[in-house]
């Protein structure tokens, strides 16, 4: 079946560090891709998505890219903020059965320190 | 913002207690999820649904049941909670984008469910 894997976590940066988490997944059938935000007490917020291979999504600085040929979805971004401090989960979406099925990563907790 | 509401946003309940948890959307769409959220596992789907009247089960939905009479609302229960069910519950649409023929789902603020 479909999985994703992400690295653990937590991450701790200093502010405007680089950022880079990993994510990895499997699938037998061509998924989209995301990448979710979640701020301490809040749902998950859509931060970026892919359709493609090859397709580059980018929101707010964040940026990802569809690499079928490696299966990953790596999240980046420049110079990171005290704000981004939250949990970032990947996950590949796919129609299986006719409706949206999505498989989430475990979750990695990011911490940006001034 | 898809317009998803979901109530209570926590709640603390004792063991065998029938529980309820409703969700709400305002934006008529087709397809609604209940999933719960625990360290180490990330989301995990309960149950979903196609439409009025319409439910599937997803890969954890022993101990859960789900009603959808109304587009808008999608209800959860627990018949009889266990201290296992203690967790947070996340609720979400499905939309679907004609240009890109892709889903999106966006997620409702979550109910923190306690079971003592």
């Known amino acids: 079946g479909d999985s994703v894997t992400q690295m653990e976590g937590p991450v701790t940066l200093s502010e405007e560090a680089f950022l880079t988490i990993n994510c990895t997944y499997t699938?037998?059938?061509?998924?989209?891709l995301f990448w979710y935000v979640q701020y301490p007490g809040e749902g998950l917020q859509l931060l970026l998505k892919?359709?493609?291979?090859?397709d580059k999504g980018s929101n707010k600085g964040f940026e990802a890219t569809y690499r079928k040929e490696t299966t990953s979805f790596h999240l980046e971004k420049g110079s990171v903020q005290v704000s981004d401090s939250a949990v970032y989960f990947c996950?590949?979406?796919?129609?299986?059965?006719?409706?949206?099925?999505?498989?989430f990563g475990t979750g990695t907790k990011l911490q940006v320190i001034p | 913002d898809a317009g998803i509401t979901q109530s209570p946003r926590h709640k603390v309940t004792e063991t065998g207690t029938p529980v309820t948890l409703r969700c709400h959307q305002t934006?008529?769409?087709?397809?609604m999820y209940w999933y719960r959220q625990d360290p180490g596992h990330g989301l995990r789907l309960i149950h979903y649904?196609?439409?009025?009247?319409?439910?599937d089960k997803g890969e954890v939905s022993d101990g859960y049941s789900v009603s959808r009479s109304k587009t808008e609302d999608f209800l959860l229960t627990l018949e009889s909670a266990t201290s296992s069910q203690t967790s947070v519950y996340f609720c979400?649409?499905?939309?679907?984008?004609?240009?890109?023929?892709?889903?999106?789902?966006?997620f409702g603020p979550g109910t923190r469910l306690t079971v003592l």
């Open positions: 934006e008529n769409h087709r397809y």
């Open positions: 699938a037998t059938g061509y998924p989209s």
């Open positions: 649904s196609y439409g009025v009247k319409d439910t």
């Open positions: 892919a359709t493609k291979a090859d």
């Open positions: 979400a649409i499905s939309e679907f984008r004609e240009e890109t023929r892709t889903d999106t789902q966006y």
């Open positions: 996950a590949l979406s796919d129609r299986s059965g006719g409706y949206q099925k999505v498989t």
